[in-house]
Nanobody, 121 residues
Framework: QVQLVESGGGTVQAGGSLRLSCAASRSIFSINVMGWYRQAPGKQRELVAIITHNGSTNYGDSVKGRFTISRDNAKLTMYLQMNSLKPEDTAVYYC???????????????WGQGTQVTVSS
């Protein structure tokens, strides 16, 4: 069964940290690329970070230097470590699995249900 399940969201004060986890079914985790998106109220969905099966990463400009994406292939789990959180990081965060084309553009195919992250000022 194709499945992505996020956990680890919650409420934190500005400057704090959270770690999101995404448990994936094997059929998804074997996909080359996985990533995190987020969507804040009234805003477009934003790509946060992606990671390939061999561990290559890429980040959105707004989170570079603060967030770290990683994956444990043995545990079929992806993580997003979020440090120095800001109120503007408040959003629903989605775990995804998908593909990357020859130009390194990421195309998510599978989506989790999302987990809320709220950063208070």
């Amino acid at each position: 069964q194709v499945q992505l399940v996020e956990s680890g969201g919650g409420t934190v004060q500005a400057g704090g940290s959270l770690r999101l986890s995404c448990a994936a079914s094997r059929s998804i985790f074997s996909i080359n690329v996985m990533g995190w998106y987020r969507q804040a109220p009234g805003k477009q969905r934003e790509l946060v970070a992606i990671i390939t099966h061999n561990g290559s990463t890429n980040y959105g400009d707004s989170v570079k230097g603060r967030f770290t994406i990683s994956r444990d292939n043995a545990k079929l789990t992806m993580y997003l470590q979020m440090n120095s959180l800001k109120p503007e990081d408040t959003a629903v965060y989605y775990c995804t699995g998908g593909n990357m084309d020859s130009t390194a553009k990421y195309y998510p195919v599978h989506w989790g249900q999302g987990t809320q992250v709220t950063v208070s000022s």
